[in-house]
């Protein structure tokens, strides 16, 4: 069986959800780290493969794929390529398969537009520019981010069912969120004060059998991340 060839950045949320959802899933996968503070994204060799630059991206049996949601969405419509994908990370069930799709195209807008701003607002400027943050505008972006996060757990984490849509098992709906979501850790964000529900959810996910210990081993960085950013 072929391998996939991962490019990604380790501290990128989606390339962590990639990573992770290859392992969880127990896909035959190479890694190949591309950092983007050193300018790998930007060489003649990775620019061949993405144009645009951006991670993650897969490259398996000649085909090369970019965007992440994409990347899920062919990893888990081919069983024959792909045998070990079980089939509630992105179920086959018309509704609930459609229910997946909703929270990933709400995802840019909805969690992953709040989060990258205030994460690069008060981790990113200050870490590799020197830029001292504008905490009026991080409490505003807090702000913003604690609406969102209010949206998400009112539609997507209802009171049934363990994950997102109210399914018993983890989707790719679930990985795609928490990867974005936990990055904010690094600045100390603490859900289970901001939002019961999200800390409850992220905790299940994080426990759950098929995701650990692969959970700790993606994204562990984020625990080095947020030792450096305390030095700040």
Known sequence: MSAVRLYFDPMSQPSRCIRLFL????????????????????????????????????????????????????????PDKFPSVKEHWWPKEQMRSLHVDRYLHWHHLGVRSAAVTLFQEAFVQPKFFGKTPNQDKVAKLETILNTQLEKFS???????????????????????????????????????????????????????????????????????????????
Not at 31 to 37: D, G, L
Not at 43 to 64: A, D, M, Y
Not at 165 to 178: K, R
């Open 23 to 78: 392992k969880c899933a127990q896909v035959p996968h190479t890694e190949h780290k591309i950092f983007f503070t050193k300018g790998d994204h930007k060489s003649p060799e990775f620019l061949r493969l993405n144009p645009l630059g951006q991670v993650p991206v897969i490259e398996f049996e000649g085909q090369v794929m970019s965007e992440s949601a994409t990347i899920l969405r062919f990893l888990t419509s081919n």
């Open 154 to 232: 009112r539609v997507f984490l209802p009171s049934t069912g363990a994950f997102i849509n109210g399914e018993e098992e983890p989707t790719v709906a679930d990985l795609q969120a928490c990867c974005e979501l936990n990055t904010l850790s690094i600045i100390g964000l603490n859900y289970e004060g901001a939002n019961p529900a999200v800390h409850q959810w992220m905790t299940r996910l994080r426990n759950h059998p098929e995701v650990q210990p692969h959970y700790d081993a993606v994204n562990g960085i984020l625990d080095k991340a947020k030792v450096a950013n305390a030095k700040l």
